[in-house]
């Protein structure tokens, strides 16, 4: 019973946002009040019917309701707590559900905390989010319902137990990763808003950045999770393969970082409001784009779920809707967005739209990388386009992006003193200069594009901070001046300063363990020792254990230091024995920010011996740690007070801003 | 009815949600300006922040200043821009409401939702019968038997079909490779295993499939299923022409209504365009056809037919389990017309306890008891296989 | 500067950005593309030694040999033809004989050099361009084992 009022409840959340992608729109153009109250009303009922479908299907996958033929498909009795929870999110079914529920949750959001929006735009925001909720609730009862049943018989054991996918970070993954990519469907349903109504008001960026700023956090962090994880699951020691599914989540982050600052002009100066707008359907478009081709099977991905013809025309049915109509209604409504402000070639305006530039065009050419293989196909030839490619392309514009980023802060608004700025900056081109040459002198003298990129890295670290450091003027009036001078900077300030040294930490990370890293492939019997990087790791033998569902092979190994024992691994290779599928352990050891890194290969030639990789990575875990920084710097920004400055009740507002200043 | 009144409740909610807003009676809106204003004041005071740390040139701060100022200005002017009351749309919206929200949710549920359905929570499920007879504990505890005796055939035979139908093909695989290499393989052993290496491959006959295949055949010419497979492995392979003359053979020895031809005629279309043969070359002729009733079942009353396991493997779950509990329910009926056939009632039980169903199995052995009371001697071998399927 | 010039500078500088955009992209496709080849097509056509490529199919029962130190040899076939491949690494957990792979590499005097090799993610998964190749052999058929629609194998 509670799976069919799951069902039911999903039927009437459809309705439901039907309602509400219809009547507050009408009612916005007739500025009829009561029809636009419908809309928060409607998208609160909607998040809490989807979540009571949510949580009926949740119970099922609990409960190993195998009568669901979802739950059959992809659970089974002997998963553990967790992972039959997740287990949910893990097909494609299931994983819509989320979707929508975190769709709703941020209508929801809307509804409830935007009672200082414009009438007329609030009603049109959560219109635009009625429609898209329309599609993929459509989208989810007619070609992928989860609530499907199976009427005899229903098996008693489920057919899903893929160890691969029994990991805690998979398990909080997708969801994160889902928050950042529907995140960005509230700054769409903002522009297109805002095209509706042919005006754009002042409010509108303070709305949008915050919405836009939160879905970067959760991306950020859903993108640098899939990435650890890969990097530990897989056993393969990489961090970044450029699979179509990366790439998907990795465009609406470069869209979605460009509108953060675009957004940050139109702001702060109101400019850029049309390109804004355009980037606001962009960030989305991709989000979609990405998502979808990849779970539609189009793209070869190891993340691919089964295809569907009728969930593949589905598809890109919504696509076209919302891409071309949402482009459609810009290039027909732009024009009737008043001009912004001016500003002058140099000046923090033109750094952020040169930031807008080198990260759109980014992601134009990693769309076009993924796709390629796409059109070849289409054109009767195979490619496939993987690191190489990216990496040549990607690269270079992304580099010169960094390179001119530590500029962007220290420009004035509207007129800027590049001279200036350069002399600021001279300091920190020293540093970095130094650090890359400290850092020749340690690697006993690396190639030469390491020490390039590790000069760049530090660029852009220490680079973060030279507003700080100018704004607190230390040596001019002392520590505890300059620290209250600093005290007084707006949050939005230091938000800055740590994102962007979060991303010089991940670019060191990234350098560091590219260029600096060794390997070592051998086969080993037991009492052998090999060396990898600094260290002397020991084969002691092997051991057997038996887990809950699996059986385990550890290798014991003793990781020795110029003679000295510093640490054990344990690497193993288990059998899951219920689906007689292997998976590999890595034995993974942090000394610092580096890492030594251990998988195990098949049994070698020898009686005992086994197969052995090592890596040695060096400063490897600053790559997530710097995405952690980055987000923290997010944060930092979204807890401004000047974004919170939308106006609750006008009259109080007046007088706090008044009094704060 | 305690699902429908929750459905009706649900659906009032829904309609309230939306009636609730559009019948409270309020002015109609007038813009309200009030927050730019405050936005754009807020925005003054923040440039001059900036000045003061330097963040933006004397001139540009006054420029930005006056650009402001024209906004705040004509923010704080702009006439009000409330549209001329017109004739109210609530009324019809809410009209629309209350005959969308219901009727819509009703008809789109009655479509795609199962209301006679109850929750099977697992648990619930395990718990209705006695533990010791559930699949996963049997098979549990067989695995478990096995692993300390691997050379017991029956017991690896016992694993087989649940293997199949969980689809754990791999599974199914090695245990048939194992009784094989036990010795105690019947040809309907090795066509299964052939069965489940194709299965296995996504289709692909592979050529240890192929050669356990080729054995069947040549054993038992009349095995569809082991045929068919092995004619497919022949056109996967490049040997069309053996190909066809399997799917010939095949065509030849089926009676003219067995459903696996249909089936047969596409491969073999493809086969002949494979050869530049015409598409209409004439095929053998079929044996004549089974009686209706019969015609649904296999052509020896042995068991599934290569197309029905083909259509069983393509199914969604859901149409298997009912396909299955079709082929038991045949069983079941022959039984009924020809009792005197203990491998038969073993078999019923066999697949009873399999899809869990406890008592039918214990009614089966009951029938099986009174038909084949005369019997010393297969009474003994009926009751051991009971005990052996626990049955009782 | 007047509005117009600062459009033009904003062009021009958009017009440097995009024009090393696309020089980078051709570059990249003329020498970093991998083609992706069938043995059959290995085994027919003439290839550059320097060309990386993906070959896949399914890898020969029988053919994997292990060699010291991590080195592994094997064949990978699309049951027309069939290439031999070196490699030397750690395998993927779900690489087994009679499954699908897809190797990278080059192809030297005949031997595929591969650096990397992928195999099924998990059972369910077949490398797409695979699958596709496969297709074009005849030896792959729509749908799980069952082959054709279910409805069909109904009278």
Known sequence: ????????????????????????????????????????????????????????????????????????????????????????????????????????????????????????????????????????????????????????????????????????????????????????????????????????????????????????????????????????????????????????????????????????????????????????????????????????????????????????????????????????????????????????????????????????????????????????????????????????????????????????????????????????????????????????????????????????????????????????????????????????????????????????????????????????????????????????????????QAGPNYTEMAANMTVRENGVEVFDLKPSKRMFTARQMPTTEAGIKTHGFSQLYITLGDPGQGADSVVVRMWDKPLVTLIWLGALVMMAGGMLSLSDRRLRVGAPKPARLTTAAGSSS | MLLWTIFALLTAAAALIILLPLMRSRASANMDRAQEVAIYKDQLQELDRDRSRGLIGETEAEAARTEIARRLLAAGTATDDTVPARRSLRLPAAVATVMLVPFAAIGLYLTFGSPDLPDLPLSARLQGQPTDTNVNDMVARVEKHLETNPDDAEGWKVLVPFYMRAGRFDDAASALSKIIALGKATDDDREAYGEALVANNDGIVTKDAQAVLEQVVKADPDRPKARYYYAEGLRQSGDNAGALAQFDELIKRSPADAPWLEVVRGKRKDVLAALKMPADTKEPDTLPPLDPPEATMAPDGKGPTAADMQAAAGMSAQDRGSMIAGMVQQLADRLAANPKDPDGWVKLMRSYMVLNRIDDAKAAYQKARDALKDDAATLQTLDAAAKELGVN | MTRKQRRLVLIGVVGVVLAAAVGLVLFAMSSQITLFRTPTELVQQTIDPSQRIRVGGLVEVGSVVKGQDAAVTFEVTDTANRVPVTYKGILPDLFREGQGVVAEGVLQNGVFMADTVLAKHDERYMPKEVVESLKKQGVWREGEPGGPAPGAAKP
């Open chain 1, 1 to 544: 019973m509670i799976i069919e009022i799951g069902h039911f409840s999903l039927i009437l959340a459809l309705i439901l946002a039907l309602v509400q992608s219809v009547v507050p729109v009408i009612g916005a153009a007739r500025r009829d009040n009561a029809m636009m109250a419908v809309a928060p009303a409607a998208a609160l009922g909607q998040m809490l019917f989807i979540t009571i479908s949510f949580g009926a299907l949740s119970h099922a996958y609990l409960t190993s309701d195998f009568s669901v033929l979802n739950v059959f498909e992809n659970s089974h009795s002997l998963k553990p707590l967790l992972y039959k929870f997740s287990g949910l999110w893990g097909n494609h079914e299931g994983s819509m559900l989320l979707w929508v529920l975190i769709l709703a949750i941020f209508g929801g959001a809307v509804a409830a905390f935007g009672g200082n929006l414009p009438k007329t735009l609030k009603a049109n925001v959560l219109g635009v989010q009625g429609w898209v909720s329309v599609a993929f609730l459509l989208f989810i009862l007619l070609t992928s319902n989860p609530f499907l049943r199976i009427a005899d018989n229903p098996p008693l054991e489920g057919r899903d137990l893929n160890p691969v996918l029994q990991d805690p970070g998979l398990a909080i993954h997708p969801p994160l990763l889902y928050l950042g990519y529907v995140g960005f469907s509230i700054s769409f349903a903002f522009a297109i808003a805002a095209l509706l109504e042919g005006r754009i008001d002042a409010a509108w960026a303070r709305w949008v950045r915050p919405w836009a700023l939160a879905a970067w956090i959760f991306l950020t962090a859903g993108i640098a999770m899939g990435s650890y994880w890969a990097y530990y699951e897989l056993g393969w020691g990489g961090f970044w393969f450029w699979d179509p599914v990366e790439n998907a989540s990795l465009m609406p982050w470069l869209a979605g970082t460009a509108l953060l600052h675009s957004a940050l002009v139109m702001e702060k100066r109101n400019a850029l409001k049309i390109w804004t707008i355009l980037l606001a359907i962009l960030a989305f478009s991709l989000s979609l784009l990405g998502t979808f081709l990849v779970r539609s099977g189009v793209l070869t991905s190891v993340h691919a779920f089964a295809s569907d013809p009728t969930r593949g025309v589905f598809i890109l049915g919504i696509l076209c809707v919302f891409i071309g109509g949402g482009l459609s209604l810009f290039a027909w409504r732009a024009s009737t967005l008043q001009q912004g402000g001016l500003f002058a070639p140099v000046s923090r305006e033109s750094a952020l739209v040169m930031n807008n530039i080198f990260l759109t065009v980014s992601a134009a050419v990693i769309l076009f990388g993924t796709m390629a293989p796409l059109l070849a196909s289409a054109m009767g030839g195979a490619i496939s386009v993987g690191a190489p490619y990216f990496n040549t392309v990607f690269g270079p514009l992304f580099g010169a992006m960094l390179v001119i980023m530590p500029f962007g802060p220290l420009l004035a608004w509207k007129r800027g003193d590049l001279r200036a700025a350069a002399q600021r900056l001279w300091a920190v081109l020293g540093l970095a200069i130094l650090a890359s040459l400290v850092s020749w002198w340690l690697t006993h003298g690396g190639p030469v594009m390491a020490m390039v990129g590790i000069g760049v890295a530090f660029w852009v670290l220490i680079g973060s901070f030279a507003e700080l450091w100018t704004r607190a003027r230390f040596l001019e009036v002392g520590v505890a001046t300059g620290f209250r001078r600093l005290s007084g900077l707006p949050r939005s300030v230091f938000g800055t300063a740590v994102g962007h040294a979060g991303l010089g930490l991940s670019l060191l990370g990234i350098v560091a363990t590219t260029s600096f890293q060794s390997e070592t492939i051998t086969e080993m019997k037991p009492g052998d020792t090999a060396k990898v990087g600094g260290y002397e790791v020991t084969f002691n033998g092997m051991t057997n």
